[in-house]
């Protein structure tokens, strides 16, 4: 690991191996802000331009001198389901621990939360990567019902693929898919197959999402290589009509988004949600 800075995102720690590079962002976040080939371009879209971001009175009220939420691109850990104080601005510098082969990325505290995100990231030889998600209720009491969601948001002509179960459940139904009220099926970007879903990002404005609960990895191809997720699947319930994954795109970018169960988290619980990332060319 060393530590270098990146375009607008200040100082961010740069994670090289197996001829993959990462960078984490230090100054803020924590975020996964670029996952590329050496040499080779981010995956991850970057708002550089501050394109999408959130105020308003929850923030003036309740988050005065933390300033707004900004989407800034790549990798993000989230609060599901999604309420304003999901929107929590991770404007703050983070606290790095280094153990072994393994770098933790944690946040502070939230004040409207109580909650205290950390992602750890361990690269194997070949460059691939696990991200263990965390959310520690550093609160006095318990947090209602409440998820972790990671979100990876792809740069433009990104392609998602989500694959559905084809097992045989005779009379009873196999699979699930889920829409947003602003999702329409007829929409140009999205294709359904009997065994996947596929959404490509576009230069359509209308923002589409759709969601799902499955046992398999998730795939986006984009500029030529294909990333997939892999990610745990435990039992419990799943917030947004039971789903573990979710994707979304608008004109500017796609998300991939998966899941953990819902959940209570009591005074000084933790709980974790696991990525494992790989990246090849296609």
């Not at 981010?42 to 394109?51: A, S, V």
Request: aromatic share 10%.
């Amino acid at each position: 690991m060393e530590f270098i800075n990146y375009k607008t995102y200040g100082k961010c720690a740069k994670l090289s191996k197996g001829g993959k590079t990462m960078l984490v962002t230090v100054d803020l976040g924590p975020r996964v802000i670029f996952y590329g080939m050496d040499g080779g371009e981010n995956i991850f879209y970057e708002d550089e331009k501050d394109l999408i971001n959130k105020g308003g009175e929850f923030f003036d009220k309740n988050l005065a001198g933390k300033g707004i939420w900004h989407i800034y691109g790549g990798h993000r850990l989230w609060k599901s389901p999604e309420y304003i104080d999901t929107y929590y601005p991770d404007n703050s510098p983070v606290n790095i621990l280094e153990e072994g082969d393994s770098v933790t990325f944690i946040s502070e505290t939230e004040a409207t939360t109580g909650i205290k995100k950390s992602i750890k990231i361990t690269m194997d030889e070949e460059g691939n990567a696990v991200l263990e998600h965390k959310f520690a209720n550093c609160s006095q009491s318990a947090t209602p019902p409440i998820a972790l969601w990671a979100l990876s948001v792809m740069d433009k002509g990104a392609v998602a693929k989500i694959p559905l179960s084809t097992e045989d459940k005779g009379l009873l139904p196999n699979r699930n898919l889920v829409l947003w009220s602003y999702t329409d099926l007829k929409d140009e970007r999205l294709t359904l197959k009997n065994d996947s879903l596929v959404l490509t990002q576009k230069n359509i404005a209308q923002a589409i999402k759709l969601g799902a609960f499955i046992k398999d990895e998730v795939c986006v191809d984009i500029k030529g290589l294909k990333f997939s997720i892999a990610f745990d699947t435990p039992e419990g319930d799943y917030a947004d009509y039971c789903c573990n994954v979710e994707t979304y795109t608008n004109d500017i970018m796609l998300e991939i988004e998966t899941l953990s169960p819902v959940r209570t988290l009591q005074k000084g619980e933790s709980a974790v949600h696991t990525e494992k990332w790989r990246l090849e060319r296609q």
